[in-house]
């Protein structure tokens, strides 16, 4: 065997086993619910990984961005996905490919992340993790180029999105200023604590940097009244509070530590936050995110991190989804008991009696009635 096949096959085995731990290790402190029996997929054609889920100010949808760096939007009456926008001018060769390789051209062809609409003007935000921020109207087509920088430092992984609705302030995560999204593996590991909030002023088209030094900062949600903002840390398994009004303007706290990786946080209209979760947290899994030389070790070996990544996601997780209270308690756990139906989640969005399932991996989304989730 080649000498970089041997270390390709000797990390898969070591990493498998990690996410395999990952997976048998977890006392949760509620309830887990087994829904996915009851959950209907949604396949999406020629793509992968429906990450984040946005609904526009009629109601229609959702919209979700996919592998190919399409944004698509499923017509309900008509139970099919339709084409609505794209953040990349360059689209030739980006659909058509088979979806595992979708990763080597995302810097070309765009990959939408987070999503939201500011629904007095109807324009769509959209998150490109390579690309910057971006807008697109009501119409769809090719999306708006925003900001791709803020305080010099060009962004290199922009990720979660949310709007205050009262001000039109964009609010959205870069998850590294050193890593790309396709990295995001190695990124977790690595130990990197270059992560930033950031704030986008329509109106004055300009860009703030609100926190600095986070490690993997994720999926943001605005609080009900916009008092706060949460900030999914992924490899430290917590979600972070950073408030933005009120005499506690500008401090950072804990809102709460949970036993996963959390991707992206969404608001329902109650006020109460659901978590997607990557992957559960082992005790072999903590060892490895406490000890940043492990990461630097992997990024020094002559193995392509896409391709070990590729292999890893086809080891079985489980998928899992917490809902929380206001006062960071988890009130409901969601999970694939069978670990058949969802390697990992991204997202749960909850509207009109539904929740809208979202993941990086799977081939299409999830849909099921709130009263069996």
């Known amino acids: 065997m080649k000498p970089n096949l041997l270390i390709l096959a000797s990390l898969t085995i070591l990493l498998s086993l990690i996410i395999n731990y990952l997976s048998t290790h977890f006392s949760p402190p509620k309830t887990i619910e087994d829904i996915w029996k009851n959950l209907n997929r949604i396949p999406i054609q020629g793509a992968v990984g429906p990450e984040s889920f946005a609904f526009d100010p009629l109601g229609e949808g959702p919209y979700t961005g996919v592998s190919d760096g399409r944004i698509i939007k499923w017509l309900q009456n008509e139970n099919r996905w339709i084409d609505f926008a794209t953040t990349s001018p360059k689209r030739d060769g980006c659909e058509g490919r088979p979806h595992d390789q979708h990763h080597m051209s995302e810097?070309?062809?765009?990959?939408?992340?987070?999503?939201?609409?500011?629904?007095?003007?109807?324009?769509?935000?959209?998150?490109?993790?390579?690309?910057?921020?971006h807008m697109v109207g009501p119409e769809g087509g090719q999306a708006t180029k925003l900001v791709t920088q803020a305080q010099g430092i060009s962004f290199k992984f922009i990720n979660g999105l949310d709007i205050d609705q009262n001000s039109g302030d964009v609010y959205f995560s870069?998850?590294?200023?050193?890593f790309h999204r396709r990295n995001y593996i190695l990124l977790s590991v690595s130990g990197d604590k270059s992560g930033r909030l950031l704030k986008y002023d329509p109106k004055g088209k300009q860009v703030t940097v609100l926190v600095e030094n986070l490690r993997y900062p994720n999926g943001v949600a605005l609080s009900k009244d916009s008092n706060?903002?949460?900030?999914?840390?992924?490899?430290?398994?917590?979600?972070?509070?950073?408030?933005?009004?009120?005499?506690?303007?500008?401090?950072?706290?804990?809102?709460?530590?949970?036993p996963g990786f959390p991707d992206n946080i969404k608001r329902n209209l109650k006020g109460e936050f659901w978590v997607g979760i990557y992957s559960r947290r082992g005790r072999f899994a903590k060892w490895i995110i406490s000890n940043p030389w492990f990461g630097k070790f992997l990024l020094k070996l002559p193995v392509d991190p896409m391709r070990l990544q590729s292999v890893l996601t086809n080891w079985g997780g489980s998928g899992l989804a917490m809902k929380m209270n206001e006062e960071g308690n988890i009130v409901r756990i969601l999970e694939d008991k069978s670990r058949k139906t969802w390697r990992s989640i991204s997202e749960v969005e909850e509207r009109n009696g539904t929740l809208w399932i979202g993941s990086i991996t799977e081939p299409y989304a999830g849909m099921c009635n709130t009263s069996l989730g």
């Open 174 to 178: 870069e998850s590294s200023s050193y």
């Open 107 to 133: 810097h070309i062809c765009g990959r939408p992340l987070g999503l939201a609409f500011n629904k007095m003007s109807g324009h769509l935000y959209i998150a490109d993790a390579y690309l910057g921020l």
């Open 228 to 258: 706060y903002i949460l900030i999914a840390e992924t490899p430290n398994c917590r979600i972070l509070k950073f408030w933005l009004k009120t005499s506690r303007a500008g401090i950072l706290e804990v809102f709460a530590q949970i």
